[in-house]
């Protein structure tokens, strides 16, 4: 289904040059521009998602060391949703039963870990 937007006469007309001098239709330069952006948007939700995962895994580590000392703990939605030896095979089975979600996957140990933030995404068409 396609829809119309009204652009105000100034922002319309900076469109049209952008995308004239592109070689393209101000539809296709607006279209391309606002999947960028909600892209975009999707992403920074997956991180603040993410970094709520992780500030739970820490508030609930405590527990987790009288728990699940030396295993991996998937935490989506601030709760434990799996636990076992093999991260990858955890990541599995935390996707095959909630989807391709943010979630944080980590070793409990009493061990201080060295972090860093890698994210990633997967596109799909």
Known sequence: ???????PGNIYEAVRKRAKSQRKTADDLVVEWLSEKIDETKLAEADEAFDQEVAAFNILKPELLEQYLDQYVAIYQG?????????????????????????YIEKVTSEPLRRVHMPSIWKTK
């Open 1 to 7: 289904m396609q829809q119309s937007v009204q652009l």
């Open 79 to 103: 709760k434990v949703v799996g636990n076992g030896d093999n991260r990858l095979l955890l990541v599995k089975e935390v996707y095959n039963q909630f989807g391709e979600v943010p979630c």
